[in-house]
């Protein structure tokens, strides 16, 4: 099956970041076979001057959170206090699942075809993945401490492994590991998971230079987690770095050296006041940088269009320097960066022939998107989930004139309420103990 889009303003985001109004772009089952050519074609859509790009990348996210969004936004130290309790105590497996297709909804809905997703019952999340039709890599969590699917970081470890070899082969859904962070794991078990995973070339996430205490406990030691993390070789291009507020010019190096990605989640961390990552460095050290909204507990949204408007405004700023991270690299960021820092960049992050069909188009019939002046501009600062029209994954359809195909929202949310039963019990309770009414 032959499909053709017409009438658009195609942003390829390829390398020579190529434009072209007034376009077309064909694609055949999964794959994109011609721009701006006359080949035979079955289906023809009129994309009424929209705009088409690549699906976008979200590198980091933890999509089965959603239940706990809006909860205790402004709780100092909320991770421990509030987060982790409630987390251990309530998230079955099937809270995880109902929610994680929320996720998944709100992610097509906002024009993201390929997350990286990092939580616990991996296997069931990388169903839902499978059957729903998104791109995924799905890194299972693994922390020292009784969670919600392991008692500790030997039995996380443990699933981790078991998940990794069951999925290793899967087209679409790319098994990870997801270690939480360079202070709730123990050194031999990072050890012991940078043997394995080294040894099958898997890929690897961590929240790392991120919390302030984080810091403090590396520097009694007069180091720094990112020294800690090359001490141990964990370094490579198959790390994810996530956050990574807080490295020195010494980290930044060393990032660079072993050719780590970062996921840069702005969203997140201004929210939670923890700070702003040195991206201008990261991306003069030529390190692979993309976009992350964090779970929806932490950036409220999966949104990457609040991403890069944040990005945009917030490292401009920050520098006080207006022409830094113009809008058409902000959009870069966002498709092939993200593509890059999770080694997918032959197959999606940008339009090209032979690429996988995961496409984008944004309405411009809206009154926030007139008129149409520099598309990459609209994107970052006018655009918002609302202008996404359609969306295909490998050539499928996905998203049409702003709704789902497949999925009925309103019974997403149905499902997802009944399974939180306990979840709304417990987190009473802990409300009760945090003295929060
Ligand atoms: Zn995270």
Redesign the pocket.
Same mark, same amino acid.
């Given at each position: 099956m032959k499909t053709r889009i017409e009438n658009v303003t195609l942003l390829c985001c390829d390398l020579a970041q190529h434009i072209y109004t007034n376009s077309s772009l064909t694609f055949e089952n999964d794959r994109i076979i011609a721009i701006n050519e006359d080949v035979p074609y079955d289906i023809c859509i009129d994309g009424k001057n929209g705009i088409l790009m690549p699906g976008m990348v979200n590198t $980091?996210? $933890?999509l089965s959170m959603i239940p706990f969004r809006s909860l205790q936004d402004d709780l100092p130290d909320r991770l421990r206090r509030f987060l982790f309790p409630l987390e251990k105590e309530a998230m079955t497996q099937r809270l995880a699942v109902s929610a994680a297709k929320i996720g998944v909804a709100e992610s097509l809905l906002s024009g993201v075809t390929t997350v990286m997703d990092?939580y616990y019952y991996s296997d069931a999340l990388a169903q839902v993945y499978d059957s729903m039709g998104i791109r995924a890599l799905v890194a299972q969590t693994i922390v020292n401490q009784n969670m919600c699917d392991a008692e500790d970081e030997r039995e996380g470890f443990n699933i981790a492994k078991t998940f990794y070899e069951k999925w290793v082969n899967h087209p679409r859904i790319i098994p990870a590991f997801g270690p939480h962070g360079t202070t709730t794991l123990t050194k031999k078990t990072l050890i012991d998971l940078k043997a394995y995973t080294q040894k099958h070339n898997a890929l690897v996430c961590m *929240?790392v230079a991120e919390m302030d205490d984080e810091m403090a406990h590396f520097r009694e030691h007069n180091t720094t987690p990112i020294e800690f993390l090359n001490s141990i070789h964990l370094l490579n291009s198959n790390f994810i770095s996530? *956050?990574t507020i807080h490295p020195t010019d010494h980290d930044i190096e060393l990032l660079s050296q072993h050719n780590v990605g970062i996921a840069h989640?702005i969203g997140?961390n201004i929210k939670a006041a923890k700070g702003i990552a040195p991206l201008k460095s990261f991306i003069e050290q030529g390190i692979r940088v993309g976009l992350g909204t964090?779970?929806p507990s932490?950036g409220n949204t999966l949104d990457l269009f609040v991403q890069m408007n944040l990005v945009a405004k917030c490292h401009k700023v920050h520098h006080h320097d207006r022409k830094l991270f113009p809008a058409k690299e902000i959009v870069q960021l966002a498709t092939m960066g993200g593509a890059s820092v999770l080694h997918l960049d032959h197959l999606i992050g940008s339009l090209e022939v032979g690429k996988k069909a995961d496409l984008v188009l944004i309405e411009t019939d809206s009154v926030n998107m007139y008129p149409n002046h520099d598309p990459y501009s609209l994107l970052v600062y006018s655009a918002n989930a609302s202008n996404v029209h359609s969306v295909w994954v490998d050539g499928i359809q996905k998203v049409n004139n702003k709704h789902l195909v497949d999925y009925d929202l309103k019974q997403l949310k149905d499902e997802c309420d009944l399974e939180s039963t306990l979840f709304n019990q417990k987190l009473h309770q802990i409300n009760q103990t945090l003295n929060i009414t």
């Amino acid at each position: 099956m032959k499909t053709r889009i017409e009438n658009v303003t195609l942003l390829c985001c390829d390398l020579a970041q190529h434009i072209y109004t007034n376009s077309s772009l064909t694609f055949e089952n999964d794959r994109i076979i011609a721009i701006n050519e006359d080949v035979p074609y079955d289906i023809c859509i009129d994309g009424k001057n929209g705009i088409l790009m690549p699906g976008m990348v979200n590198t $980091h996210t $933890h999509l089965s959170m959603i239940p706990f969004r809006s909860l205790q936004d402004d709780l100092p130290d909320r991770l421990r206090r509030f987060l982790f309790p409630l987390e251990k105590e309530a998230m079955t497996q099937r809270l995880a699942v109902s929610a994680a297709k929320i996720g998944v909804a709100e992610s097509l809905l906002s024009g993201v075809t390929t997350v990286m997703d990092m939580y616990y019952y991996s296997d069931a999340l990388a169903q839902v993945y499978d059957s729903m039709g998104i791109r995924a890599l799905v890194a299972q969590t693994i922390v020292n401490q009784n969670m919600c699917d392991a008692e500790d970081e030997r039995e996380g470890f443990n699933i981790a492994k078991t998940f990794y070899e069951k999925w290793v082969n899967h087209p679409r859904i790319i098994p990870a590991f997801g270690p939480h962070g360079t202070t709730t794991l123990t050194k031999k078990t990072l050890i012991d998971l940078k043997a394995y995973t080294q040894k099958h070339n898997a890929l690897v996430c961590m *929240h790392v230079a991120e919390m302030d205490d984080e810091m403090a406990h590396f520097r009694e030691h007069n180091t720094t987690p990112i020294e800690f993390l090359n001490s141990i070789h964990l370094l490579n291009s198959n790390f994810i770095s996530v *956050h990574t507020i807080h490295p020195t010019d010494h980290d930044i190096e060393l990032l660079s050296q072993h050719n780590v990605g970062i996921a840069h989640c702005i969203g997140a961390n201004i929210k939670a006041a923890k700070g702003i990552a040195p991206l201008k460095s990261f991306i003069e050290q030529g390190i692979r940088v993309g976009l992350g909204t964090d779970g929806p507990s932490s950036g409220n949204t999966l949104d990457l269009f609040v991403q890069m408007n944040l990005v945009a405004k917030c490292h401009k700023v920050h520098h006080h320097d207006r022409k830094l991270f113009p809008a058409k690299e902000i959009v870069q960021l966002a498709t092939m960066g993200g593509a890059s820092v999770l080694h997918l960049d032959h197959l999606i992050g940008s339009l090209e022939v032979g690429k996988k069909a995961d496409l984008v188009l944004i309405e411009t019939d809206s009154v926030n998107m007139y008129p149409n002046h520099d598309p990459y501009s609209l994107l970052v600062y006018s655009a918002n989930a609302s202008n996404v029209h359609s969306v295909w994954v490998d050539g499928i359809q996905k998203v049409n004139n702003k709704h789902l195909v497949d999925y009925d929202l309103k019974q997403l949310k149905d499902e997802c309420d009944l399974e939180s039963t306990l979840f709304n019990q417990k987190l009473h309770q802990i409300n009760q103990t945090l003295n929060i009414t």
